[in-house]
């Protein structure tokens, strides 16, 4: 299956906005922008084979915080869009999907 068939976007983290008052408060809290092109890109969220559900993945070495939710793995990503996009290693969201987003295609383990 194509991942350009499963609802990608790319996107780029933003921070939350703080209170100017250095209270601590949060303005707005920290969200994903949708981007054009992957070389602006941080990560992308695409609905996983098997649900509508829309799932955020990051990239590895784009600048991302480790606190960005969501936390834990930054995949390593290769191609010049949607239509080569590669993630290395399988990409494991629990009580999901398993599987692999290779040179465009969705695959599941």
Same mark, same amino acid.
């Given at each position: 299956?194509?991942?350009?068939?499963?609802?990608?976007?790319?996107?780029?983290?933003?921070?939350?906005?703080?209170?100017?008052?250095?209270?601590?408060?949060?303005?707005?809290?920290? $969200?994903? &922008? *949708?981007? #054009?092109?992957?070389?602006?890109?941080?990560?992308?969220?695409?609905?996983?084979? !098997?649900? %509508?559900?829309?799932?955020?993945?990051?990239?590895?070495? $784009?600048? &991302? *915080?480790? #606190?960005?939710?969501?936390?834990?793995?930054?995949?390593?990503?290769?191609?010049? !869009?949607? %239509?080569?996009?590669?993630?290395?290693?399988?990409?494991?969201?629990?009580?999901?999907?398993?599987?692999?987003?290779?040179?465009?295609?969705?695959?599941?383990?």
């Amino acid at each position: 299956m194509k991942l350009a068939d499963r609802k990608p976007q790319f996107c780029r983290y933003q921070p939350p906005v703080m209170s100017p008052d250095g209270d601590g408060r949060q303005m707005r809290g920290a $969200r994903n &922008v *949708p981007v #054009d092109t992957l070389a602006e890109a941080q990560g992308m969220w695409f609905n996983p084979p !098997g649900t %509508d559900v829309t799932f955020v993945l990051w990239f590895a070495d $784009r600048g &991302v *915080p480790d #606190d960005a939710f969501p936390q834990g793995f930054r995949w390593p990503v290769t191609g010049t !869009g949607y %239509d080569d996009l590669t993630l290395t290693p399988s990409i494991l969201i629990p009580n999901y999907w398993h599987g692999f987003i290779t040179n465009g295609e969705v695959t599941t383990c």
